[in-house]
C-alpha cells in the first residue's frame, strides 16, 4: 500500500484528476500526500524569468489541498522553482525527499510519436524514478 504520495500538478485540465486518484489511493490507506507544483522560469534578456505567475502557480495546489483536506487525508503543498526542461528531475528529487511510495502525475496526452520527439515530464519521470509512477489521463 501506499503511505507517502508525491502528487505532481499545473494547470491544465488533467490536475483535477489527478488530484481524485490521489484521494482515492490515499484515502485506502489513510496516506500522507504531497501536492507538489513546479513553477518554470525560463532564459529571457533579464535573465531566468517565471512563465506563470505566483497566483497561477499557488491555485492547483491550492485546490488540491483543499480537496484532498476535505476528504480527511493529511495534505501539504509544495511550489518551487526550477528552469524550464528540469521537471521531470525536480519530481524525482522530490519524491525521494518525502520517500514517497508513488509519484501520481499527469499526462497531457501527446500521441507516442510526440511524446517521443518531444519528450513528456511524465515520459521523464517514469524513466529517472525508481518508484512506481502513476500517469492519469
Known amino acids: 500500500m501506499y503511505d507517502r504520495l508525491l502528487v505532481a500538478v499545473d494547470q491544465s485540465e488533467v490536475s483535477p484528476r489527478v488530484i481524485a ?9 489513510q496516506g ?3 501536492v507538489l507544483h513546479l ?4 532564459f529571457g534578456r533579464l535573465g ?3 512563465i506563470e ?9 491550492s ?4 480537496s484532498l483536506t476535505q476528504a480527511g487525508i493529511d495534505a501539504h503543498g509544495e511550489i518551487r522553482e526550477t528552469v524550464f526542461g528540469h521537471a521531470a528531475r525536480e519530481i524525482v528529487k522530490d519524491a525521494q525527499e518525502h ?11 501527446r500521441s507516442e510519436l510526440t511524446g517521443a520527439i518531444l519528450g513528456s515530464t511524465a515520459h521523464k519521470v517514469i524513466h529517472l524514478t525508481d518508484r512506481p509512477v502513476m500517469v492519469v489521463r
Open 32 to 34: 500522507q500526500v504531497w
Open 53 to 61: 505567475s505566483d497566483e497561477e502557480a499557488r491555485e492547483p495546489v
Open 39 to 42: 513553477r518554470e522560469r525560463e
Open 99 to 109: 520517500d514517497a511510495d508513488v509519484i501520481i502525475m499527469g499526462s497531457r496526452g
Open 21 to 29: 486518484a490521489a484521494k482515492e489511493l490515499a484515502s485506502l490507506s
Open 63 to 66: 485546490a488540491g489541498v483543499e
Open 48 to 50: 531566468l524569468t517565471p
